[in-house]
């Protein structure tokens, strides 16, 4: 398999930013259209704890984390994630705090399922278990959107031969996921096979064919599903209308975002990121391009930041921070320049507690220019690294201007967007940021220890929407005293390499 670097962004940062209004030059609310479906989203490893109760075998994550070696990336406690907000017992009352939504996105924790990491043998407690979620979200009229890999397996895959370096792990990948769709696709009509691939490994390339195989063949068909993946978007942007700095930026979303979406929507890779990856994106067989073609039901977008492009030659420090976001895809682009925050220094603020609603508009509008595709926008969100804690006005500014933007881009354009799910329903552990970092719309109490759930004030803005389907607009109130915070050097998007472990 091609994977050259295999790692794991973690997700961390934030601080405020200026806003940009498109959709919002007019105050008066806005309608969401009739079909789309407003939703928030967890992560099994991010939420539920209970890492070894009931049959769970360790993670991968369990045991990187465990080995409490990272507290140079921001993870000063091993054991945060191990009761996390825990879910695993309170998921009823997560899915209550919910119901003002109509979409409940949360993954499957493959070694709760699997914990021996095969379908000969399950944990019975562990398949009850989503079963347990999945029906108390039909119960609450909600939809379940289920992501069956959100970065956690089996740490004995880590064991017996490096997880995702191997192409071992895609047979047992797809016993997993044949196991799931069969256990719960009669109550599950949205998938996602994968949650953040280029996040995973720089050319994710051989891995598509997992997709191909279960969307057109097993699921869609058997069961009426709608199965696709969804990938990390950081859209560029041309930072001048020369035609080579727009070439640069086609080059940049067509290498981190193309070389996913692409196989699986036309059976290979675009031909501009041939041009500059050359021979590290491993062909696919004319088997396999069938395969692939059209293979996905919708596109899934996480999108959270994006950035300018030219073409020129990066300077050293150029070129190391644009690597701590896109991996080694800027290797391939030796002639293009990046303009993006730095997560690590003291642009960290501009991170996720920025309010850029043209990133999410620049990203939908690539995918749907590009693919012609549903798509889901699986993951947008706000997170604070100024401690807001239940005050969250800014919050519902963020998710207003989203969805303002959101829905201005639909109306002009006819993009076609099955849900829009904020990250994430309920604050959760964000990697190395740990508790400190929360997106939710749901406060937990983290700090008595108590895990106690609150809703945020911004709350009020989601309610009022799943009642009305009407988007006010909201605008950012900084206060003075954010506005002299010191950015928080945390770190944004920290890569855990796996062979860190060895
Ligand atoms: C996983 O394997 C271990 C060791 O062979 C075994 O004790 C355990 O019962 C297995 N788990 C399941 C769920 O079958
Ligand atoms: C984009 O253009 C501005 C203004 O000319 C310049 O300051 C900036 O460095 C450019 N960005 C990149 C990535 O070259
Ligand atoms: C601690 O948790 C309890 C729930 O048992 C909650 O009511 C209370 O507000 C929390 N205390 C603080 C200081 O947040």
Not at 200 to 222: K, M, R
């Amino acid at each position: 398999m091609g994977c050259k670097t295999v790692l794991l962004w973690l997700m961390i940062v934030g601080a405020r930013a200026a806003v940009q209004r498109d959709s919002n030059a007019d105050p008066g609310p806005m309608e969401l259209p009739g079909d789309l479906l407003i939703g928030a989203g967890v992560a099994a490893i991010q939420v539920e704890g209970a890492w070894n109760e009931d049959g769970k075998s360790e993670s991968n994550l369990d045991y990187l984390f465990h080995l409490g070696k990272l507290s140079s990336m921001g993870v000063t406690d091993p054991h945060a994630h191990d009761v996390a907000a825990d879910s695993y017992h309170k998921y009823k009352e997560d899915i209550s705090l919910a119901a003002a939504l109509k979409v409940y996105r949360f993954s499957l924790s493959w070694p709760r399922i699997l914990p021996n990491a095969t379908a000969s043998q399950p944990n019975p407690k562990g398949v009850q278990f989503y079963h347990d979620v999945i029906d108390e979200v039909l119960l609450h009229g909600m939809i379940p959107m289920v992501t069956v890999y959100h970065f956690d397996h089996p740490r004995v895959l880590e064991d017996n031969f490096k997880g995702w370096w191997s192409p071992e792990m895609i047979p047992l990948f797809k016993e997993y996921a044949r196991f799931v769709f069969n256990e719960y696709g009669k109550k599950v009509k949205h998938w996602t096979t994968i949650n953040e691939p280029n996040i995973l490994c720089t050319y994710f390339a051989n891995l598509h064919v997992i997709s191909g195989l279960y969307t057109a063949e097993e699921v869609s068909n058997h069961y009426q599903c709608q199965v696709g993946l969804t990938i990390l978007n950081l859209p560029a942007t041309p930072n001048s209308t020369a035609p080579e700095d727009v070439y640069a930026a086609e080059a940049v979303n067509s290498l981190y975002a193309g070389t996913i979406y692409g196989p699986v929507v036309f059976g290979d890779y675009p031909q501009i990121a041939k041009d500059f990856a050359g021979e590290k994106l491993a062909p696919f067989s004319d088997a396999e391009k069938e395969l692939l073609r059209d293979s996905t039901d919708y596109i899934g977008v996480n999108v959270y930041n994006g950035m300018k492009a030219a073409w020129r030659k990066p300077t050293a420090a150029e070129r190391e921070n644009a690597d701590l976001l896109l991996g080694k895809t800027m290797e391939d682009l030796p002639n293009v320049a990046v303009d993006i925050p730095n997560p690590l220094g003291p642009q960290s603020v501009e991170f996720f507690e920025g309010i850029h609603p043209e990133y999410l508009r620049t990203a939908v509008l690539w995918v749907w220019q590009t693919y012609k595709k549903p798509l889901i926008i699986t993951e947008n969100g706000f997170g604070d690294v100024t401690g807001h804690g239940t005050k969250d006005q800014l919050r519902a500014a963020y998710h207003s201007v989203s969805l303002r933007t959101l829905v201005s881009t639909i109306n002009s354009f006819g993009v076609k967007v099955i849900s829009y799910c904020a990250w994430s329903l309920i604050d959760a552990f964000e990697w190395t940021g740990g508790m400190d970092r929360p997106f939710g719309l749901v406060y937990i109490d983290y700090k008595n220890k108590t895990l106690s759930r609150t809703l945020k004030e911004s709350s009020e803005f989601w309610i009022n929407l799943g009642e009305t389907r009407m988007v006010p607009l909201i605008r950012p109130e900084y206060s003075s005293s954010s506005t002299t915070l010191k950015p928080i050097a945390c770190l944004l998007l920290i890569r855990i390499v796996f062979n860190f472990i060895e």
